[in-house]
């Protein structure tokens, strides 16, 4: 199906948007409406090479950024009108296991899914709700985050718990995953069924993930995004008996304990700024002890990933800090040596972007930086769904130069 199909990763305070041509690679406008729900928000409106058309007044919600988005194509331009609007939705669990069309069964699905991804999944069905109204008769497709950890092995998603409670790992970061480890492959030219990659999520949120041949065989966050790694706001492991601990000394309820932990812990509770590009620019105790636990906890992870894998063809950092920040890709992998992950110094700190090797030449384990494309991994799922020779997504797929 040929023309532009309308992207929507509408995240926990922010909604970023792209028109994108599968078919051509053209992308012909994009942007990102952020802050939303402070005091100050902003949007940023981009169509080619001109300055971006940027508006900065607060956007109470997701709805509010929604229109904002669309008074930005009406005044900047191009004119929108998708052939598809491809969706990120966080959490599907047992049901979707991969893209669906939108209907109102689907909705109510993923509505029934929110408490495990309360973050997410309700401010995901704000930008599903607009765009169907802005676009009636469009197909609306649904890509979900946890739909590439559908190869978790039962030993992997399975929690020692009462099996009654009905629980298990699903995982999350799956569209960038899908889309990193294509083009990890692409870049180390060879086949992604024959890699083992371990690809490491850091932002905001922050996963970890062991991937072998395409397929996801652990991952670190677990039934919500809240496991794993030490997050923006999120805590990442803990000890399950923090809650009852609380309960009886300081009387929280499990509600106040579990909002804590998602919006009140992680980087903003070691250093009181939920920012890496804050914390990396102190200079004082705090900062750098933050700095240890969030890159050690990132080291326990790949040193656990090497040894359920066995041999690790490549690793691969992706996010906003994994892309940017140098010192965390450094100091992930410090003392890593013996197991032939290593990061070259010059390499490392070259200030290049785009996809690029980090380690040095002949290294055991190549450590690569590739950035991630959730929005085009979504458009290439979307077109996969809607064109008229429709069929699922392949583990390759079309993967943009």
């Not at 494309?373 to 429709?390: G, K, N, Y």
């Amino acid at each position: 199906m040929a023309g532009h199909i309308l992207v929507l990763n509408t995240g926990s305070s922010s909604i970023k948007y792209e028109l994108v041509d599968v078919e051509t690679h053209e992308r012909p406008a994009g942007g990102l409406v952020e802050r939303i729900g402070e005091e100050t928000g902003r949007l940023i409106h981009r169509t080619g090479d001109g300055p971006p058309y940027v508006r900065e007044r607060p956007f109470p919600g997701h709805g509010e950024g929604l229109d904002a988005m669309m008074e930005a194509f009406a005044a900047a331009g191009p004119e929108l009108a998708p052939v598809a609007v491809g969706h990120r939705i966080v959490h599907g669990g047992t049901r979707f296991t991969e893209a669906v069309l939108i209907d109102d069964d689907v909705i109510a699905a993923i509505e029934e899914l929110a408490p495990l991804a309360p973050l997410h999944n309700p401010v995901n069905l704000t930008g599903v709700r607009v765009a169907r109204k802005a676009f009636p008769g469009v197909p609306q497709v649904a890509v979900f985050d946890t739909a590439f950890h559908r190869t978790l092995p039962p030993e992997a998603y399975t929690y020692a718990v009462p099996r009654e409670w009905g629980v298990r790992r699903f995982g999350f970061h799956g569209t960038s995953c899908a889309y990193v480890s294509r083009r990890a492959a692409a870049f180390l030219r060879r086949d992604l069924a024959d890699l083992n990659l371990i690809v490491l999520h850091l932002g905001n949120g922050a996963s970890a993930t062991a991937i072998s041949g395409g397929r996801s065989i652990d991952t670190s966050m677990g039934m919500t995004p809240l496991e794993g790694l030490v997050m923006g706001t999120r805590s990442g492991d803990i000890d399950p008996a923090l809650t009852g601990y609380l309960a009886r000394v300081n009387g929280l309820d499990a509600q106040q304990v579990e909002h804590a932990l998602a919006h009140h812990s992680g980087l903003l509770a070691l250093t009181g700024t939920r920012d890496m590009r804050e914390v990396r620019a102190r200079d004082d105790d705090t900062a750098r002890s933050a700095l240890a636990i969030y890159t050690r906890r990132i080291r326990k992870y790949v040193g656990a990933y090497y040894a359920l894998l066995g041999r690790v063809d490549a690793i691969v950092f992706t996010g906003g800090v994994g892309e940017h920040d140098t010192a965390t890709r450094a100091e992930s992998l410090t003392g890593l040596d013996r197991l032939g992950i290593t990061v070259d110094p010059a390499l490392n700190q070259a200030g290049t972007a785009g996809e690029r090797l980090i380690s040095p030449a002949g290294a055991e384990v190549p450590v690569l930086v590739i950035p991630t494309d959730e929005e085009w991994e979504i458009a290439r799922q979307a077109h996969a769904l809607v064109q008229p020779t429709s069929g699922h997504p392949s583990v390759q797929g079309d993967v943009p130069a």
